[in-house]
């Protein structure tokens, strides 16, 4: 290459690489989660984005990069929140809750932004969250003598217009007796 058309070859390159970036890092909702007015913008939005991004879709699986993700996140409708129960005779009695007062027992170390990771209550259940329950369960045994089994579970919440709702339907039981 010449020492005069590298420059412009250059140029090109790096604006091909901001447009697919800009293409590509276009804030959608989620399937799904549209509302009925954003319908018929995104489905057309989306399959410009498909189309236009085939030809480079290998970059992004062979390098493992990509610009998804949301400039002002909001938290997704379906939710969980962690939950400890201990059993004393025939009885479970709830331990702990996220984001309730009355049941804050291992709230310390539970809240803890090393320990908040392996439980985080989000819409999936992190990785570690099992090694971590095994590891909790035990810790909640040793500590409590009285108890005969200890249980760690998530619980789907709806949050509505601001409020936690609790649906008693549960996830990821993980239960530990002596």
Same mark, same amino acid.
């Given at each position: 290459?010449?020492?005069?058309?590298?420059?412009?070859?250059?140029?090109?390159?790096?604006?091909?690489?901001?447009?697919?970036?800009?293409?590509?890092?276009?804030?959608?909702?989620?399937?799904?989660?549209?509302?009925?007015?954003?319908?018929?913008?995104?489905?057309?939005?989306?399959?410009?984005?498909?189309?236009?991004?085939?030809?480079?879709?290998?970059?992004?699986?062979?390098?493992?990069?990509?610009?998804?993700?949301?400039?002002?996140?909001?938290?997704?409708? @379906? =939710?969980?929140? &962690? *939950?400890?129960?201990?059993? /004393? !005779?025939?009885?479970?009695?709830? +331990?702990?809750?996220?984001?309730?007062?009355?049941?804050?027992?291992?709230?310390?170390?539970?809240?803890?932004?090393?320990?908040?990771?392996?439980?985080?209550?989000?819409?999936?259940?992190?990785?570690?969250?099992?090694?971590?329950?095994?590891?909790?369960?035990?810790?909640?045994?040793?500590?409590?003598?009285?108890?005969?089994?200890?249980?760690?579970?998530? @619980? =789907?919440?709806? &949050? *509505?217009?601001?409020?936690? /709702? !609790?649906?008693?339907?549960?996830? +990821?039981?993980?239960?530990?007796?002596?």
């Amino acid at each position: 290459m010449t020492g005069k058309r590298w420059p412009r070859i250059r140029a090109g390159a790096i604006a091909l690489a901001i447009v697919v970036g800009l293409i590509e890092g276009c804030p959608l909702p989620e399937p799904g989660y549209e509302a009925p007015w954003q319908q018929p913008i995104v489905d057309v939005v989306r399959r410009v984005q498909r189309v236009v991004l085939r030809p480079f879709m290998w970059i992004q699986r062979t390098l493992v990069v990509t610009q998804r993700w949301a400039l002002f996140q909001v938290a997704a409708r @379906e =939710r969980y929140r &962690l *939950e400890l129960q201990g059993r /004393r !005779g025939g009885d479970w009695e709830l +331990m702990f809750r996220a984001g309730d007062p009355d049941h804050a027992a291992y709230a310390g170390l539970l809240l803890d932004e090393r320990v908040r990771g392996a439980w985080n209550p989000t819409d999936r259940t992190p990785l570690q969250f099992g090694p971590f329950a095994q590891w909790f369960l035990g810790h909640v045994l040793a500590e409590d003598a009285e108890l005969s089994a200890a249980r760690i579970r998530f @619980e =789907r919440v709806v &949050l *509505e217009d601001g409020d936690v /709702r !609790g649906t008693r339907e549960y996830v +990821m039981p993980m239960e530990r007796a002596r």
